[in-house]
């Protein structure tokens, strides 16, 4: 009898403690979903030019539902740690390779996580004349940046293309998606017709960069791909594939072309996502906000560097991280910086040209 009845109470212990551990799972189950989440990117190395700055965002070097929970702190023998980014002027006399540790704490000054890159001081000057062919859409459109760089090489620097001026041409095109230069896309300037984008070869119907020197007469010493920010989704797999195609067919061709992939850059503030307008007075972002734009942003930059990352002859350069989106667009758009903006463009690109064409 006491047997029995202790044998009954051990069961219902048993079972009150596996209701415990049940619900203790499903406690940390529900308390998960609300932990803050972070994600962070820097890639393995970053170049400044002598006489260039390069800035470093904290929020877009970071994605996290709540920014105001994380303090950043940068950490490099040059340079210098500011409350909101990272900022580096290359210096002659600095010119070298430097350590730069970006370590991430939570509101308690616990550390979350620790990042590290080179930090590279390279000379602006080149022994040799480029010249680039950059394709991309409305940020590679006719930009400013085009003439920035080529002034700051001193003119050793140049661009080509079917589009735009003579030195300064390129293959923009507003509202062209990676996606877009796969397709046999007719494009219109002005209501006026440029005809299928050059890419497209309508034998083999596909994108192919023999193709486009064939028919052009443009043969670059350099393949820029300036895209993402049209057909930006949850899920970047859409727009890799479609640059990995390329990639794919431009080795068929030139296998040792160097070849630049821009990270597309951070969308601007709520105020402007909200406000930015069609022509016919509709709304051009509709439904979009600022922290899921931001994620996708970072989603497409940790897999470009995934993907292409450790591919030779490939080189990403990250804008994204480099690019005030704070402060550099024009009121009612969300999308196309102003000047300032294509300041900061041209001295992140003509860093890394600097730092590694003479490489290549």
């Not at 930090?119 to 006719?142: K, R």
């Not at 028919?215 to 920010?229: A, C, M, N, R, Y």
């Not at 990270?263 to 600022?290: C, H, S, V």
Request: charged share 25%; aromatic share 12%; net charge negative.
């Amino acid at each position: 009898m006491v047997q029995n009845k202790l044998r009954s109470v051990v069961a219902v212990l048993a079972i009150l403690l596996l209701a415990m551990l049940f619900w203790n799972i499903s406690l940390q189950r529900e308390l998960e979903r609300y932990k803050p989440q972070i994600e962070a990117y820097l890639p393995d190395d970053i170049y400044v030019a002598v006489g260039s700055t390069i800035e470093l965002y904290n929020n877009q070097v970071a994605w996290t539902g709540i920014r105001e929970g994380y303090s950043f702190n940068w950490d490099c023998p040059v340079g210098e740690n500011l409350e909101d980014r990272f900022f580096v002027t290359g210096k002659a006399e600095q010119i070298g390779d430097y350590p730069l540790t970006l370590t991430i704490y939570d509101y308690n000054v616990n550390e979350i996580m620790t990042l590290t890159s080179t930090l590279h001081v390279v000379e602006q000057v080149l022994e040799n004349e480029y010249s680039i062919m950059n394709m991309g859409d409305s940020l590679s459109d006719g930009r400013e940046w085009y003439r920035t760089i080529f002034y700051l090489s001193d003119g050793q620097i140049t661009f080509t293309g079917t589009r735009g001026w003579t030195k300064y041409s390129h293959e923009g095109r507003s509202g062209f998606s990676a996606e877009a230069y796969l397709k046999p896309i007719e494009y219109f300037l002005d209501g006026v017709s440029e005809g299928i984008q050059p890419f497209y070869d309508p034998v083999q119907e596909m994108f192919d960069w023999n193709y486009y020197k064939l028919h052009t007469g443009k043969d670059p010493d350099v393949i820029q791909i300036f895209l993402g920010t049209n057909g930006l989704k949850d899920d970047p797999s859409d727009t890799i594939d479609a640059i990995a195609r390329m990639v794919k067919n431009i080795r068929r061709y030139d296998r040792e072309i160097p070849i630049y992939l821009v990270n597309t850059i951070y969308w601007a503030d709520q105020e402007k996502i909200g406000t930015m307008i069609r022509p016919d007075g509709t709304a051009f972002l509709q439904g979009e906000f600022k922290n899921r734009a931001d994620k996708r942003i970072m989603d497409l930059m940790i897999a470009m560097d995934k993907k292409f990352g450790d591919m030779d002859g490939i080189t990403l350069i990250p804008l994204a991280l480099m690019h005030n989106s704070r402060d550099n667009f024009n009121e009612g758009d969300a999308l196309h910086p102003g000047e300032a903006g294509d300041q900061q463009f041209a001295d992140a690109m003509y860093s890394v040209y600097c730092g590694t064409f003479e490489e290549e």
